[in-house]
């Protein structure tokens, strides 16, 4: 127990953040928060660092890098990583070795054996680690979580989850900078953190099988210049309840939309189709609680909402993850992304693109609590990613 939190006494933790296109939006988003200080930021591209107001919302004297190496040694004690996606493992792993806790943008690692590596640090190290999955800290996400887990709907026996996002020929260049940005590289079944990941957390499950298939679409490929020649991909998850979850992947289908659905033994919750933050439940009639409605559709969004947070990227889910991640840092909460529950979020894409090129064969997925299960996966370094000369990739990046 924190006893100095209940003393009215908060230490606050100086805060580096790297990768500054993302990074702003969450130095922006930690304005107001108590308990966390930006003492220190870094990007290697000096229009990130000069291109905005920054130091308003950072402590003052704030040190600016472009070097990741001092950045690190500038007395930083959490770090949170918002560079590419890919490589979010190892600078987690520097900073987990060296005492420095950790919050991690996307995904955890792109390889199941930096997945062992970052259990492996946190445990060696006692530093803390929390994913930064801002789709569970939306309205919607949280009013769902909030209705499943006072128990009248019973228990999830399938969940959906659906992620949409299309872009034009020219956004789609903007986004890929470089013949061997990560973007395209990126398997569709890679990018899970907003589907499966909010279906994790609301119900408090974690996946331990998968199969998959993408949606081979080699005309996409052709006009937005990627590698990758799938335009979706679906996944079907056995949970660790026995509840199957289907998500899709990181859609470029349209329109641009997000949506998840539970359906319990007493009756099915699910985000509205054109409004993430407003809810639909429905019980079945004989399974309502004496006097509750049976079918409601509703804004999740509450009345009294802070500045700070309404500013804040991703509708105010980057504030309210941020307040998390300093909660945790405090010892006043646990977040369900810890390092065990990021790595099977990772795990669970990685090993779901092995099934689609299997063919959509069934691959299990170990829990990662298990330090002896985990040894299956250590020198697992298979990856589609190329390194920056282009070189490295151990697996292909399409379904065909």
Not at 18 to 44: M, P
């Amino acid at each position: 127990m924190n006893c100095s939190a209940y003393a009215g006494e908060r230490k606050i933790y100086k805060i580096g953040v790297f990768g500054l296109k993302r990074g702003t939006t969450i130095i922006k988003a930690s304005a107001g928060i108590e308990g966390i200080s930006i003492t220190a930021i870094c990007d290697s591209r000096p229009e990130n660092i000069n291109g905005g107001d920054l130091k308003q919302y950072c402590a003052d004297g704030v040190g600016i890098y472009d070097n990741f190496d001092e950045f690190i040694e500038s007395g930083i004690e959490a770090v949170v990583l918002s560079n590419y996606f890919n490589e979010h493992a190892k600078y987690a792993l520097r900073a987990l070795n060296k005492g420095i806790h950790v919050l991690s943008e996307t995904t955890a690692a792109p390889t199941l054996g930096e997945c062992v590596e970052l259990c492996e640090a946190v445990e060696n190290s006692g530093a803390k680690y929390m994913l930064a999955a801002n789709m569970p800290f939306s309205y919607g996400c949280l009013e769902i979580e909030r209705l499943y887990r006072e128990g009248t709907f019973g228990r999830v026996y399938f969940a959906e989850a659906e992620y949409f996002h299309p872009s034009t020929v020219e956004e789609s260049h903007k986004l890929m900078p470089g013949k061997n940005h990560w973007r395209r590289f990126i398997p569709r079944t890679y990018y899970n953190m907003h589907t499966l990941g909010p279906l994790m957390q609301i119900t408090g499950t974690i996946p331990v099988k998968v199969n998959a298939k993408a949606i081979y679409a080699p005309e996409y490929a052709e006009e937005h210049n990627s590698n990758v020649r799938d335009i979706d991909s679906v996944m079907l998850y056995e949970m660790d309840n026995g509840a199957v979850f289907r998500t899709t992947g990181w859609s470029s289908l349209g329109p641009t939309g997000k949506w998840i659905r539970l359906s319990c033994a007493k009756g099915t919750i699910e985000t509205a189709r054109d409004d993430f933050d407003s809810i639909r439940f429905a019980y079945n009639p004989w399974h309502a609680p004496e006097g509750a409605e049976v079918n409601k559709i509703y804004k999740a969004v509450p009345a009294m909402i802070s500045e700070t947070e309404k500013k804040s990227g991703h509708g105010g889910s980057d504030h309210r993850m941020m307040k998390a991640f300093a909660g945790y840092l405090d010892n006043r909460d646990h977040p369900f992304f810890d390092v065990y529950n990021s790595a099977s979020l990772s795990a669970a894409a990685i090993i779901a693109w092995r099934s689609v090129l299997n063919n959509g064969s069934g691959h299990d997925i170990i829990d990662f609590h298990d330090k002896n299960a985990r040894k299956v996966y250590a020198a697992d370094y298979l990856t589609p990613f190329p390194d920056e000369n282009g070189k490295g990739m151990t697996l292909p990046c399409s379904s065909r």
